[in-house]
């Protein structure tokens, strides 16, 4: 079983489109994350939900919204895709308390032409 | 507040050592380590959580200073399996979980 998965691995689309990245985790965490890897391998942390609640939002811009409808799923929404979007976005969670191993998705590659 | 990895790269033979540094400024509440093989996701090493602390894994071991302000992850013997990039993560005493990467450390073992 996947611990944490995400879908789409892969999604190519045009500037100014809308697009969605689903993730659910099957760890009983409650705590998940998306990170932004750009093309210098540069890992930056965007969003945290604990328990459904954000906790943490980085300068990262408005047109990026994360939706967690339990506390299994986190998704990510980007409107009016932009060329600098294009970026492997990785999903991740964590218990909070003790070790806080983050645990991450295969990752989910988004190229905007 | 992002740490500061060193160095960038690293090209090593089997058998060889490494030694890959990560600092702060300030004072932290941890430090974590991972690493990502190319084209895959980021794994747990460790997390080391107090001053003096060293913490082993295999041939791979981490301490972190008296002032939580430094680590560094030492891969002795090296082996072709721990090509990837190394990336420490800090946490902040006031945003535990908020966990801050270092711009990676790629580290090439050849045969």
């Known amino acids: 079983d996947t611990a944490v998965s995400q879908t789409p691995k892969y999604l190519v689309t045009q500037m100014g489109n809308d697009k969605s990245i689903k993730c659910e985790q099957n760890?009983?965490?409650?705590?998940m994350y998306w990170y932004k890897q750009d093309s210098k391998k540069f890992l930056k942390i965007m969003f945290s939900?604990?328990?459904?609640?954000?906790?943490i939002n980085e300068t990262v811009p408005n047109r990026f919204s994360p939706k967690s409808p339990d506390k299994a799923h986190l998704n990510l929404h980007i409107n009016s895709l932009e060329l600098g979007d294009s970026a492997v976005y990785f999903c991740?969670?964590?218990?909070?308390?003790?070790?806080?191993?983050?645990?991450f998705g295969e990752g989910s590659r988004l190229t905007v032409l | 507040q992002q740490p500061v990895q060193s160095p960038q790269a690293v090209i090593l033979r089997e058998g060889e050592d490494a030694v890959i540094n990560c600092s702060s400024s300030?004072?932290?509440?941890?430090v974590h380590w991972y690493r990502q093989k190319h084209g895959e996701a980021p794994v747990f090493l460790m997390i080391?959580?107090?001053?003096?602390e060293q913490k082993g894994h295999e041939k791979i071991s981490a301490s972190f200073n008296e002032k939580k302000q430094q680590s560094s992850l030492y891969l002795t013997a090296s082996q072709l399996s721990y090509s990837g990039t190394y990336f420490c993560?800090?946490?902040?005493?006031?945003?535990?979980?908020?966990?801050?990467f270092g711009k990676g450390t790629k580290l090439s073992v050849k045969p």
């Open positions: 991740a969670s964590s218990q909070s308390g003790g070790v806080r191993e983050l645990f």
């Open positions: 760890l009983g965490h409650d705590t």
């Open positions: 939900y604990n328990n459904k609640e954000l906790i």
């Open positions: 300030k004072a932290l509440y941890s």
């Open positions: 080391l959580l107090k001053g003096g």
């Open positions: 993560g800090t946490e902040n005493g006031g945003s535990q979980g908020n966990l801050i």
